[in-house]
């Protein structure tokens, strides 16, 4: 069974702070790498995609990734109150449609 | 912006009754999924479909369910005979098939199994 871990949460960050949003996977020959923002009630939305090791901006959102470590994460710079969702992780298997594993997800709040 | 959609949002069955999910991918996706997520839980996969065939299932996916692409734009769920276990929001998924394309997600079907 392949595992996603997130950390906890709940996260609360001030408006204007940088949230950092981290998660661990279990299969080390894991390729691809995702961030899913959910809203309440409602469906994952794509943040961001992964590859490669190192780091990849987007806006005001960096996804890390670290395949030695296992290890990826999102950074949400100036973060915004409408940025307070719960955000996913999600890792891509190797079968060929390549199905999703997801992460239980991180709570964020982000207060004016 | 091209966009997964679903129908009915909100769908409330008796127990032991059958429903169908029904999803439009996005038009020149040709991989689809289904995804569940029980209230407070992990989304978690279903079912992955391309060509008319099942690629992959998981061991939620049993006798119960079974997936369909009827026509060039619908892709639907069906489940034969419901039970409490299986109210959840139910995910469509699509993606494209060239090189590594992230899915993306339909709004969902809430599913209210009485």
């Known amino acids: 069974q392949k595992e996603v871990e997130q950390n906890s949460g709940p996260l609360s960050v001030p408006e204007g702070a940088i949230a950092s949003l981290n998660c661990t996977y279990s299969?080390?020959?894991?390729?691809?790498f995702f961030w899913y923002r959910q809203y309440s009630g409602k469906s994952p939305e794509l943040i961001m995609f992964i590859y490669s090791n190192g780091d990849k901006e987007d806006g005001r959102f960096t996804a890390q990734l670290n395949k030695a470590s296992q290890y990826v994460s999102l950074l949400i710079r100036d973060s915004q109150p409408s940025d307070s969702a719960t955000y996913l992780c999600?890792?891509?298997?190797?079968?060929?449609?390549?199905?999703?594993?997801f992460g239980r997800g991180t709570q964020l709040t982000v207060w004016p | 912006e091209p966009e997964v959609t679903q129908t009915p949002s909100h769908q409330v069955t008796q127990m032991g009754q059958e429903v169908i999910l029904r999803c439009v991918p996005i038009?020149?996706?040709?991989?689809f999924y289904w995804y569940r997520q029980i209230l407070g839980q992990k989304v978690e996969f279903l079912v992955s479909?391309?060509?008319?065939?099942?690629?992959?299932k998981s061991e939620i996916f049993d006798d119960q369910f079974s997936v369909e692409r009827p026509d060039g734009s619908n892709f639907t769920l069906k489940i034969r005979s419901t039970k409490l276990e299986d109210s959840a929001m139910y995910f469509c998924a699509s993606r494209g098939t060239k090189g590594d394309q992230p899915q993306h997600f339909g709004d969902g079907t809430r599913l209210s199994i009485l």
């Open positions: 479909f391309y060509n008319n065939e099942i690629s992959e």
């Open positions: 999600a890792v891509k298997g190797g079968s060929t449609l390549g199905r999703l594993y």
């Open positions: 299969d080390r020959g894991s390729q691809s």
């Open positions: 038009s020149n996706h040709l991989y």
